[in-house]
T-cell receptor, first 115, second 113 residues
Framework: AQTVTQSQPEMSVQEAETVTLSCTYD???????LFWYKQPPSRQMILVIR??????QNATENRFSVNFQKAAKSFSLKISDSQLGDAAMYFC????????????FGKGTRLSVIA | GAGVSQSPRYKVAKRGQDVALRCDPI?????LFWYQQALGQGPEFLTY????????KSGLPSDRFFAERPEGSVSTLKIQRTQQEDSAVYLC???????????FGPGTRLTVL
């Protein structure tokens, strides 16, 4: 079974600074997808960024980018120019390829943004 | 268009009561997932539907949990004889077939006293 580990329960960052959230995963599969989801206090899970394992290029979405290291099974999220609205729980998630399969989530990292 | 909606947003039940949680997926989304999120944890998979067919229920924690999607759209998660350990947020997500992204609803927070 696949597992996802987020080793940082809490992180904080100054407004306008950069922060990196860590995620490692364990799988024997070669084709899969990785995601970062944001969950604010409203509980709505919002997709931040996704990465296909077969793509070597790291995904970017505006201020959000990932460092995907397939051999090391590492998938970190970098948030640049942090904003107060970035404060939330962040979950790393794994999904097998091939049809609709459920997401496997890490335990999350709570990000605080300091004004 | 409208996103995934769930009702009720909050539910308080006495131990032993039955509860029903509703999920309205995005129109046209074939796949529907239920997840359980305990306090301070990440969501955990419960069950999966493709249209009206329940293809995977391996995550349901006990036979007190039952889910259905009779017409392939709205889904209901039912928990019989609720226990305190059932207290959690129940999230519903839907997606198009063969598309990566799952869209989540706001969840139902269930508290069992």
């Amino acid at each position: 079974a696949q597992t996802v580990t987020q080793s940082q329960p809490e992180m904080s960052v100054q407004e306008a600074e950069t922060v990196t959230l860590s995620c490692t995963y364990d799988t024997s599969e070669s084709d899969y997808y990785l995601f970062w989801y944001k969950q604010p206090p409203s509980r709505q899970m919002i997709l931040v960024i996704r990465q296909e394992a077969y793509k070597q290029q790291n995904a970017t979405e505006n201020r959000f980018s990932v460092n995907f290291q397939k051999a090391a099974k590492s998938f970190s999220l970098k948030i640049s120019d942090s904003q107060l609205g970035d404060a939330a729980m962040y979950f790393c998630a794994y999904r097998s390829a091939g049809g609709n399969t459920p997401l496997v989530f890490g335990k999350g990292t709570r990000l605080s943004v300091i004004a | 268009g409208a996103g995934v909606s769930q009702s009720p947003r909050y539910k308080v039940a006495k131990r032993g009561q039955d509860v029903a949680l509703r999920c309205d997926p995005i129109s046209g989304h074939v796949s529907l997932f239920w997840y359980q999120q305990a306090l301070g944890q990440g969501p955990e998979f419960l069950t999966y539907f493709q249209n009206e067919a329940q293809l995977d229920k391996s995550g349901l924690p006990s036979d007190r949990f039952f889910a259905e999607r009779p017409e392939g759209s709205v889904s209901t998660l039912k928990i019989q004889r609720t226990q305190q350990e059932d207290s959690a947020v129940y999230l519903c997500a839907s997606s198009l077939e063969r598309v990566h992204e799952q869209f989540f609803g706001p969840g139902t927070r269930l508290t069992v006293l």
